[in-house]
Nanobody
Framework: QLQLVESGGGMVQPGGSLRLSCTASGGTLDVYAIGWFRQAPGKEREVFSCISSYDDSTHYADSVKGRFSISRDNAKNTVYLQMNSLKPEDTAVYFC???????????????????WGQGTQVTVSS
């Protein structure tokens, strides 16, 4: 069973940057797509970034396009999320999740992802 652990969350001022990591154990990440989801208080969980299995094609929601970048390092079994130009509305708990042999598109479903991390808090505030 693939297990995922997120790290790198914290508090940052508006306009600042953070890099989140999603590290896997119990399997190799290259056959999995990794999606990043976030959930703010009182709001539904949303997927905002995804990197596909095999070809590493990526998808971003409009809300983060141009500010966030997803990448993977298969040697470290880790997927990274570089977040720049952070805004207060980016405040949420951030989760990574894995879907086996999956292509990321504009029609990503959370139910397609079978392994989830525990989440890491990101707070953007002055």
């Amino acid at each position: 069973q693939l297990q995922l652990v997120e790290s790198g969350g914290g508090m940052v001022q508006p306009g600042g940057s953070l890099r989140l990591s999603c590290t896997a154990s119990g399997g190799t990440l290259d056959v999995y797509a990794i999606g990043w989801f976030r959930q703010a208080p009182g709001k539904e969980r949303e997927v905002f970034s995804c990197i596909s299995s095999y070809d590493d094609s990526t998808h971003y929601a409009d809300s983060v396009k141009g500010r966030f970048s997803i990448s993977r390092d298969n040697a470290k079994n880790t997927v990274y999320l570089q977040m720049n130009s952070l805004k207060p509305e980016d405040t949420a708990v951030y989760f990574c999740a894995a879907a086996w042999s999956y292509y990321c598109s504009a029609y990503i479903l959370a139910t397609d992802f079978t392994s989830w991390g525990q989440g890491t808090q990101v707070t953007v505030s002055s």
